[in-house]
DNA sequence: GCTCTAAGTTAGTGGCCAATCACTACCTAG
DNA sequence: CTAGGTAGTGATTGGCCACTAACTTAGAGC
């Protein structure tokens, strides 16, 4: 197997056991194992771990702005929202490790802003601004429109990571506005 | 100093500590030196570490709840939700590390979880019910209005722990949304 | 068949960290 | 004055973990 491709196993491996694990919660040890590989061998794909981590996150933001991206694309500008709301909703259902990765980046670029490390923060939030900018357009470029979306998909984040499990009553607002006004 | 004492201030200290760095990413020292003690002795007053973050973030989740009340305390019932997204901007201001916190708890809670532990989120997720229905009722029993609000402020937590410098573009949804309509 | 390169491994190191154990200092009640 | 409880410390340990260095294997081109 190439370089290249080990690299992009490594992402998504990475991803499943840091959305589990947190960055510090997660030794290099354990994603080597699950991409049937040694664990020095990783250091040779990466500089270190956190350019591991930084990588699994940017492809968690990047493949959920492609999410957003593909229910909008065609519709009339009002069935936008619902169609992402409902993609977001699917998304959950069928790969919630994504967004359990989704939280993870973001304390990880506390930590890593406390600690001084500027650098990183950046580059995440770079990746997190192209995924605001692009529902904001495909919202039609609405900002209140924008922040109520992201804003329910936080909360819909919290719940799972909280393990409220679905049909849970603090999940009754999201079928409302997930429909159609 | 009593050991409730002591124990209150290990609470806070822990809660300030853990905000940054998260479960795995602070030690029980720091901690210790931040209270002025050794670190063997937080095993007198607490039985593990895990018992330490999670008093934290109880003590954390429980003060939340009490802004929300306060700043509701008193008011008609259309006031009130303004007057808790103006509570909650100052506590931002004030005391970002108990909304760091927040983040923090949330992916513990994920962790926890999927090493098997279910006790640690059953009593997080109570203390977040709480949180849930206190907010709930002030705001006069509106399970939307309730959910937006809290999806709000999940954003709010998003921002802050990306480290998105307030006055930001992204924050401009806010200010329409914490104004009576 | 030989060499060069790219993929991959084994063995090891230095540092950190939660938790334990045995001990000390002080206060208070009888 | 002494016995016991309470607050607190120093030393230690066993285990983990990021990262390094040196070695191995296998295919491709000549």
Not at 137 to 154: I, S
Request: aromatic fraction near 10%.
């Amino acid at each position: 197997m190439s370089a290249e491709e080990r690299r992009e196993s490594v992402i998504r491996a990475a991803m499943s056991e840091f959305a589990h694990g947190g960055y510090n919660g997660t030794s290099t040890e354990v994603i080597a194992r699950r991409v049937g590989v040694s664990q020095p061998y990783l250091f040779r794909l990466f500089p270190n771990k956190q350019a591991i981590f930084l990588a699994a996150a940017q492809y968690c933001i990047a493949t959920t702005r492609e999410v957003f991206a593909e229910a909008a694309k065609g519709l009339p500008l009002e069935e936008r929202l619902p169609a992402m709301a409902q993609a977001y909703q699917k998304l959950i259902h069928d790969d919630p490790e994504r967004l359990l990765m989704q939280m993870q980046t973001y304390v990880a670029v506390a930590a890593a802003e406390s600690e001084g490390d500027r650098e990183f923060g950046e580059m995440v939030r770079r990746s997190w601004q192209e995924l605001w900018d692009s529902v904001h357009v495909d919202l039609g470029g609405d900002v209140n429109e924008t922040t109520t979306f992201l804003a329910y998909g936080m909360l819909v984040n919290t719940l799972v990571s909280l393990g409220f499990p679905a049909g849970h009553r603090n999940w009754e607002g999201f079928y409302e506005s997930a429909r159609p006004e």
